[in-house]
């Protein structure tokens, strides 16, 4: 079970959109539509954001939006805010009924 | 709502075990088809999924990690636990609990994570 591969950073100015993008293989992220994202500050817990793939939870801004191409997932943020600044972690479930999350992108806020 | 607290020793010596438990206030542990998740994450590092138990009390745990890791739950104290038997300075992480949503495998609901460090 190797790690998603997320880019390592990405920047973008307040009011842009950018993309962070998660790649797996067929036995996770193609595999299924359970792709989920998720923000965490620092020292602060995570909080799910995207789940199967483009659902957003209840609270979360329209901003985020998630999608899914082959073995690629998708994360895109629109109108780029300051708060944005975070990690953000896509995981995908798995064969053998396990869950697996990527490395890890920094975002920016410039 | 929902609400997960981790707590155990925050030091753990080498080639001992590592215990924790989560206690789930809000709602009962038992109830729903709910996984519960561990998860951990080195200091500066990634998220690390590290196994789950469903509340049906069957397990699935990251291969990496199996032959080492027990998750049980104590429905009567509304907790579940995690043992990591044999620890390293590898596992030295801050240690996270979660559930996850009744129609994903999504990480809902967070712990608000308990540091442990492996050291003699």
């Known amino acids: 079970q190797s790690a998603l591969t997320q880019s390592a950073s990405v920047s973008g100015s307040p009011g842009q959109s950018i993309t962070i993008s998660c790649t797996g293989t067929s036995s996770d992220v193609g595999g299924y539509n359970y792709v989920s994202w998720y923000q965490q500050h620092p020292g602060k817990a995570p909080k799910l954001m995207i789940y199967d793939v483009s659902k957003r939870p209840s609270g979360v801004s329209n901003r985020f939006s998630g999608s899914k191409s082959g073995n690629t997932a998708s994360l895109t943020i629109s109108g780029l805010q300051a708060d944005d600044e975070a990690d953000y972690y896509c995981s995908s479930y798995a064969s053998s009924s396990t869950l697996v999350f990527g490395g890890g992108t920094k975002l920016t806020v410039l | 709502q929902v609400q997960l607290q981790e707590s155990g020793p925050g030091l753990v010596k080498p080639s001992q075990t590592l215990s924790l438990t989560c206690t789930v206030s809000?709602?009962?542990?038992?109830?729903?088809?709910?996984?519960w998740s561990w998860i951990r994450q080195p200091a500066g590092k990634g998220l690390e999924w590290i196994g789950r138990?469903?509340?049906?009390?069957?397990?699935n745990y990251n291969p990496s990690l199996k032959s080492r890791v027990t998750i049980s739950l104590d429905t009567s104290k509304n907790q579940l636990s995690l043992k990591v038997n044999s620890v390293t300075a590898a596992d030295t992480a801050v240690y996270y609990c979660?559930?996850?949503?009744?129609?994903?495998?999504?990480?809902?609901?967070w712990g608000q994570g308990t540091m442990v460090t492996v050291s003699s």
């Open positions: 138990i469903f509340t049906s009390g069957s397990t």
């Open positions: 809000g709602g009962s542990i038992s109830s729903g088809s709910h996984y």
């Open positions: 979660a559930r996850d949503r009744p129609d994903s495998p999504a990480f809902e609901v």
